[in-house]
C-alpha cells in the first residue's frame, strides 16, 4: 500500500496568482499522476509524472498552466498558474497502480487539494 | 480503452445488499475490473478488482458475467457511510503501470 500526503490541505487565493501543490508518498514510486475535480464533477487527469522525464500532459492540459516537477520517488508538485476562478476545484494526486502478470495492484489516491480562487 | 457505463444514481435501504452494475462491453481479455469509491470530499478509495473470476474481500464481492462484459460490485449489507460516488474502471496499461480514468460513476444513496 502507499499513503499519500497532500499539501496545503486547502487554500483561497487570488487570481492572477499561483500556487503549487506538494504530494508526499511514504514508499518509492515510479509513476504519479495528477487529477482535477471540479465541482460536481468526476476527476479528470490532469498529467502523468514519471521521475526522472517530463510529464505527459492529457488533451487540455498545458505544461503552461499546470507545471509538475518530480524531483525524485516519493514526491511531485503541481503548480496552477496564473490562476482564474475558474481553476477553483479539487486537485489529486496518486500513485499508479502496476500489472502484469500476478501483480495487478491497485492505485491510491490523496485526499485532496481544495482550491478556491478569488 | 475499454468504456464503462453505470446509472447514474442509485438507492439503497440500510441493512440491505446493493448491486452497483456497469457494462463494459468492449473490454480485452487481459484487463482487469477495478471499483473505487469516493465519500465526500475525501479522495477515492479502492474497493476491489478481478479478471474473470468472482473476487471477495472485506468490504464488497465483485461478479462478472461469464462473456466479461458487465459487473456487478455488491455491497452485501449497506450501511450510511457506504453512501458515495463508485466508479468501475478499466485501467489503460502503460509501461507495467494503470492509468486510471474516471467516468461519471454511480452515486449510491443509503437511505435509513
Known amino acids: 500500500s502507499a499513503v499519500i500526503s497532500q499539501k496545503p490541505s486547502r487554500d483561497i487565493c487570488q487570481r492572477g496568482t499561483s500556487l503549487t501543490i506538494q504530494c508526499q508518498v511514504d514508499s518509492q514510486v515510479t509513476m504519479m499522476f495528477w487529477y482535477r475535480q471540479q465541482p460536481g464533477q468526476s476527476l479528470t487527469l490532469i498529467a502523468t509524472?514519471?521521475?526522472?522525464?517530463?510529464?505527459?500532459?492529457e488533451s487540455g492540459f498545458v505544461i503552461d498552466k499546470f507545471p509538475i516537477s518530480r524531483p525524485n520517488l516519493t514526491f511531485s508538485t503541481l503548480t496552477v498558474s496564473n490562476m482564474s476562478p475558474e481553476d477553483s476545484s479539487i486537485y489529486l494526486c496518486s500513485v499508479a497502480g502496476w500489472w502484469g502478470g500476478l501483480s495487478n495492484t491497485e492505485a491510491f489516491f490523496g485526499q485532496g487539494t481544495r482550491l478556491t480562487v478569488v | 480503452d475499454a468504456k464503462t457505463t453505470q446509472p447514474p444514481s442509485m438507492d439503497c435501504a440500510e441493512g440491505r445488499a446493493a448491486n452497483l452494475p456497469c457494462n463494459h462491453s468492449t473490454i480485452s481479455g487481459n484487463e482487469y475490473v477495478y471499483w473505487y469509491r469516493q465519500i465526500h470530499s475525501q479522495g477515492p478509495q479502492y474497493i476491489i478488482h478481478?479478471?474473470?473470476n468472482n473476487e471477495t474481500n472485506e468490504m464488497a464481492s465483485l461478479i462478472i458475467t461469464e462473456d466479461r462484459k458487465s459487473s456487478t460490485l455488491i455491497l452485501p449489507h449497506a450501511t450510511l457511510r457506504d453512501t458515495a460516488v463508485y466508479y468501475c474502471i478499466v485501467p489503460l496499461k502503460g509501461g507495467g503501470y494503470q492509468k486510471v480514468t474516471f467516468g461519471t460513476g454511480t452515486k449510491l444513496q443509503v437511505i435509513p
Open positions: 509524472a514519471n521521475q526522472g522525464s517530463e510529464a505527459t500532459y
Open positions: 478481478g479478471l474473470k
